[in-house]
């Protein structure tokens, strides 16, 4: 079973950014893209309010992600090339993190 951490909206957020980066569009291009205002989508990619199951759907639709990537992070649901590339983002941002960690 799923850990339900997966699917906070601060985890959802991390993913939404990572989806749009890899997209390489605005905040603004990737909500007027989905059909959202700029503050909706701001507010979750900040994981202020959690994403929607129609702004979900929408990106599915779009740009071929998948509802369980979003939610559950379940990268291996991904088209390949995006699997591949949010995978290496995945590390790249655990790697970020950890040189910011103290050493003890």
Known sequence: MESGL???PSRVAQRLKRVRNYINVSQAE?????GVSPTRYNNWERGRDRLSLQGALKIN???G???DFLFLNRV????INMM??????SLDEASNSSKDAPVL
Request: proline share 4%; charged share 25%.
């Open 65 to 67: 992600t998948s509802l």
């Open 76 to 79: 291996e649901t991904l088209p």
């Open 61 to 63: 639709e779009l740009y």
């Open 6 to 8: 997966e699917s906070t």
């Open 84 to 89: 591949k590339a949010l995978s290496e983002s």
């Open 30 to 34: 990737f909500a007027k893209a989905i």
